[in-house]
């Protein structure tokens, strides 16, 4: 007996294999080569000064800080999937695929530097807890000159490609993949900072986890519109939706920024202690009469 569910025909326009997918690319193997040394080299001089860091400061949280970052690499098919974007998949120096979409070697050395420069780099400022609030927003100015400048060479060469019809762009890099990486690096940075004070002993390792964990939260925060429109037939969607969907995507990952720093700093949870103890206030001077006529009672009965 055939068991095969039958959809209604009313059904079917509502769902659809009709999506955007890739084309197939070649890989420059040159620029390939040099991407890979430039980012091993630049993850390895990382490593070393982490352990350098270690050594100094009688802790290993700097190199777990390193292997955090570099666990983040998870991260990776999940935005080239979800933001529609591709390594060159013929003749590329392949690690493994995730639903079609390739993982080069670089990749493997690209995510310490990416994610673990800046709490190693700044980590005695993270021991110390002395990072003003308005500095992380000159950090994600930072941040965000880095995103786009590191991948620039790379989408010149081709060795990755944003498939379909994009937002607009800052030179190669679409928009929507610039907020949806600030965010992912600050909201990672700024757990980990509020962190630090805490994880001591075993807790340390906890960072080989909390480290791709709010890396994926702040890229899936920012990008949760632009990963709907990229899963559409982009070819075929109105401009209005495609750039909408970029300069909202900005929004929410300035937005996402804006409550970790918040959450991170507690200037909510401070104007929450400064209203319960007004309100405390209140009520001891409203109470405070009883209590005085109750003593004044009490001294009256001794007297007697």
Not at 71 to 91: C, K, R, W, Y
Not at 178 to 203: C, E, F, Q, T
Request: charged residues 10%; contains cysteine; glycine residues 10%.
């Amino acid at each position: 007996m055939d068991t095969t569910t039958q959809v209604p025909d009313t059904l079917q326009p509502a769902y659809s294999l009709d999506y955007t997918r890739p084309e197939m690319y070649q890989m420059a193997h040159t620029p390939e080569v040099v991407t890979t040394i430039v980012f091993a080299a630049m993850s390895g001089a990382l490593f070393l000064y982490a352990l350098w860091l270690a050594k100094r400061r009688g802790t290993w949280l700097p190199v777990l800080l390193w292997v955090g970052a570099w666990l983040t690499m998870f991260l990776e098919p999940v935005a080239d999937i979800m933001g529609n974007a591709i390594h060159s998949q013929i003749g590329q120096m392949n690690m493994y695929s995730v639903k079609g979409h390739p993982l080069p070697l670089y990749v493997l050395f690209a995510y310490p530097p990416y994610y673990g420069a800046l709490t190693i780099l700044l980590f005695d400022r993270y021991v110390r807890q002395d990072i003003p609030r308005g500095m992380w927003w000159k950090i994600a100015g930072g941040t965000v000159l880095g995103v786009i400048s590191i991948e620039q060479i790379p989408l010149h060469y081709g060795l990755w490609h944003y498939y379909g019809v994009h937002t607009f762009k800052i030179g190669y890099m679409a928009i929507d993949m610039v907020a949806m990486n600030l965010a992912s690096v600050m909201v990672a940075s700024l757990v980990i900072y509020k962190l630090v004070p805490v994880l001591r002993g075993w807790r340390q390792l906890m960072v080989l986890g909390l480290c791709p964990a709010f890396a994926m939260g702040g890229h899936a925060g920012a990008g949760i519109l632009a990963y709907n429109m990229h899963g559409l037939k982009t070819e075929t969607l109105s401009p209005w939706i495609v750039q909408g969907s970029g300069a909202l995507t900005v929004c929410l990952s300035l937005l996402v920024i804006w409550g970790t720093i918040e959450l991170v700093y507690g200037r909510a949870a401070e104007r929450t202690a400064a209203t319960q103890s007004n309100e405390g206030a209140d009520t001891s001077r409203v109470a405070a009469p009883h209590g005085a006529a109750r003593g004044a009672g009490a001294t009256a009965g001794h007297a007697t």
